[in-house]
């Protein structure tokens, strides 16, 4: 297992660490989180080794193999899945040893290792995780100089994976992937066979593919059984407790206090002042947890206009002379919340730039509304912000009339404060920078806001707050994102870009991921035809609806327990200091409930599934 025994470690006199544990157990799955600056990065680099911790230790297993993403696979001749192949050293030097030898004896056991490694399946291997990472056949024997720094990031995420480390530690993974690819990694992470620990933002990922929540908060770490969930839920439980804690001690020490001032100048009662200064001093403070400053974004409304604001009739679009995508008759509304899905390559791109004017159609009608305004997010814009001017230089170019204090204003809409107005660009962080572009293409109140992976770079908070923006924002908006949390709470359409057209998804999100992980599981052979099943009887439905209440029932029950213990909790006088054993006795109930509601709520849907699957 990993362990992580009382580190302590400073950046630049600021320390990231103080006296910080803990313990990750071999096999499982983590993500670690914390809000941005908190040393998630820092601590990958102190597990490697690459950093000299000042006091403590953090111990793995002997000769342990902990791997990570490469920064980017060279752009050399070498193809894709030779690339992925030398990324396992040992198969590659007994490869080339096998064509070298001639020592009978060697020859064997090189043969035998050989085997062992299940060195013959490598090319399958290899080649599956290319292909579920967004490389075709074709592709995957294509150079790595063919492709650009984004996808040459898909080709190193695809060789660790392939090597197998021991400890598979990876930053942000999802940044450079697709929604295709990032459901693919989801799931291909959630059945590794050895320890993961993941640094993501990505709140579906953090709930399906891992088991344990490594927090980073107050230069110290705490590990949390659960996914990301259920580390939520208890994180607010601890919180609330705190917080109920700390105000019975200000009540306790202003009783003290204000004795104190009343008799102190009294020689009769001089001794009891002076006692309970004593209990003043000795008692040690309880701080209720700080809230961090709440996470923002104030999108600026749009007039409404006449439906539709863009229509389109039999538009062909596309390069020169390859048409990308044809047949298009769309119709966009200003209420419209619209998520395209697709493979990338389908043309979801091409048709994000037709949208928003920056492609013209090669055929077919284009039909916009006359006082129609867009705005448009990409990721490459941020990397074409300029890195020697503040972002209150940026906005003073688009509008020089407002006066300062108004661009001030605008920048601290979007968790940009005075001191980030006045930094340059290139000293901002990945989230900042990802702000401030977001700014940009909303300053002038588009009527319809395209954005294409607006999360990359932003933590979970900024997540949620631009969820919220998004849903109290009236103008429509069109989204491609690799963030199923974001699109299945703001979208409420779904047009698949696919085979060289646009149309609508008739399915929710759920039915595509299925859909996509299904064509991953090798086909069955049927041998023979099977008889259609028969339809359950009616006592078996009977027993199934029964079955199906009764788990309803369970899950009442146990969160009628919940909100009693959370209300006995958050009695002040549950802390007081003859109680601090029966205070802890409830917070453990308080987490096996929570525990046996996650298991009966599991219960419970899986028995109105078969309900459902019986009754159709």
């Known amino acids: 297992m990993l362990r992580i025994n009382d580190i302590t470690y400073a950046v630049e006199g600021r320390p990231l660490f103080e006296a910080a544990s803990a313990t990750i157990p071999t096999g499982h799955k983590v993500g670690m989180v914390g809000r941005n600056g908190t040393g998630k990065t820092t601590l990958f680099r102190l597990i490697r080794g690459e950093l000299a911790l000042e006091s403590g230790s953090i111990s793995l297993p002997a000769q342990a193999r902990i791997g990570g993403v490469a920064q980017e696979v060279p752009g050399n001749e070498v193809s894709l899945l030779d690339t ?58 294509m150079p790595c100089s063919a492709f650009s720094g984004g996808w040459r990031m898909r080709v190193a995420l695809a060789a660790v994976l392939f090597s197998e480390p021991d400890y598979l530690l990876l930053d942000e993974p999802t940044n450079y992937l697709d929604l295709e690819g990032a459901l693919w990694l989801e799931n291909y992470l959630a059945r590794y066979p050895h320890t993961v620990i993941i640094i993501s933002h990505d709140r579906e990922l953090l709930n399906r593919a891992v088991g344990g929540i490594l927090h980073l908060e107050n230069r110290g770490l705490t590990y949390y059984t659960g996914n990301y969930d259920q580390f939520a839920r208890q994180r607010a439980a601890n919180r609330a407790v705190q917080v109920a804690a700390a105000k019975k001690q200000d009540a306790r020490r202003a009783h003290l206090q204000a004795f104190v001032d009343r008799f102190k100048a009294k020689a009769s009662k001089a001794k009891q002042a ?104 990409a990721q490459h814009q941020v990397d074409e912000l300029r890195i020697d001017e503040t972002p209150l230089q940026h906005l003073l170019r688009e509008r020089p009339a407002e006066g300062q204090s108004r661009l001030r204003a605008r920048l601290a809409g979007f968790g940009l404060g005075a001191d980030q107005a006045d930094t340059e660009v290139g000293r901002l962080s990945g989230g900042q920078k990802a702000r401030l572009s977001l700014l940009l293409a909303t300053l002038p109140a588009p009527h319809l806001l395209i ?13 949620e707050a631009l969820v919220e923006a998004l849903t109290a924002y009236s103008g429509a908006v069109i989204l491609v994102s690799h963030d199923m949390h974001l699109l299945s709470l703001v979208a409420d359409r779904l047009w698949l870009v696919s085979g060289g057209t646009v149309k609508p998804y008739e399915g929710d999100l759920g039915s595509y991921r299925d859909l996509l992980l299904a064509r991953d ?29 009764k788990g309803e029932e369970r899950v009442q029950k146990l969160n009628d327990m919940r909100d009693k213990l959370a209300a006995k909790l958050a009695d002040p006088a549950l802390y007081d200091d003859d109680k601090k054993g029966e205070a802890e006795v409830w917070q453990r109930k308080y987490a096996e409930v929570m525990d046996g509601l996650d298991r009966a709520e599991a219960l419970w849907m899986s028995a109105l599934e078969k309900l459902e699957r019986a009754e159709t």
């Open 521 to 549: 599981k090798p086909a069955r052979k049927q041998t023979e035809t099977r008889p259609k099943p028969k339809r359950p009887s009616r006592d078996a439905i009977l027993a199934l609806r029964a079955e199906a209440r």
């Open 451 to 463: 954005l294409d992976e607006p999360t990359n770079h932003l933590d979970i908070e900024s997540r």
């Open 84 to 141: 992925v192949l030398a990324a396992d050293t040992e198969r590659a030097a007994l490869m080339a040893e096998a064509e070298t030898a001639t020592d009978p004896a060697r020859i064997a056991e090189v043969q035998t290792r050989l085997t062992d490694i299940d060195a013959w399946s490598a090319e399958a291997r290899a080649s599956s995780i290319l292909r579920g990472l967004g490389f075709d056949s074709e592709e995957q024997a």
């Open 274 to 377: 002076q006692s309970r200064i004593k209990m003043l001093e000795k008692m040690e403070t309880i701080r209720a947890p700080e809230d961090a400053a709440r996470t923002v974004f104030s999108f600026p409304e749009p007039e409404e206009l006449s439906p539709p604001i863009i229509s389109t009739e039999g538009i062909k679009v596309g390069y020169g002379d390859t048409v990308v995508l044809r047949n298009l008759d769309l119709r966009i509304d200003q209420d419209d919340r619209i998520a395209l899905l697709g493979k990338n390559g389908q043309g979801k791109s091409t048709l994000a730039k037709l949208l928003s004017d920056r492609l013209a159609p090669m055929e077919g009608r284009m039909n916009r509304s006359g006082k129609l305004r867009i705005g448009f997010f």
